[in-house]
């Protein structure tokens, strides 16, 4: 399977990782304005994952992620598809609209 190359910003990352935290990263950021340490200690106690191996899945996981139209129900859904049979491995419904 061939995938296209993608590297997300590192401040996208962090974006994400605090999203999924559910923390503010202003809110984390010290006297000196620095917030790295404490997000990715943070993501680590909460994950169990080193922010490179989260960048890695990251970068390797949104060239796959589709949006489609179930010929079957109508239903649209949306997730991570195999490129070359546009098959979605993991799904979700997102609704009858687009």
């Not at 935290?21 to 990715?40: M, R």
């Not at 796959?64 to 991570?80: D, Q, V």
Request: no cysteine; net charge negative; charged share 30%.
């Amino acid at each position: 399977m061939k995938t296209e190359k993608f590297k997300a910003d590192a401040l996208h990352i962090e974006a994400l990782a605090a999203f999924l935290l559910e923390v503010n990263l202003e809110d984390l950021a010290g006297d000196d304005g620095e917030y790295e340490f404490k997000l990715w200690n943070l993501f680590y106690n909460r994950y169990g994952v080193e922010v490179s191996d989260f960048a890695k899945l990251i970068n390797a996981l949104v060239p796959l992620i589709e949006i489609g139209k179930s010929p079957l129900t109508g239903r649209f859904y949306k997730g991570f598809a195999d490129g070359d049979k546009r098959l979605l491995l993991v799904k979700m419904e997102i609704g009858d609209e687009k």
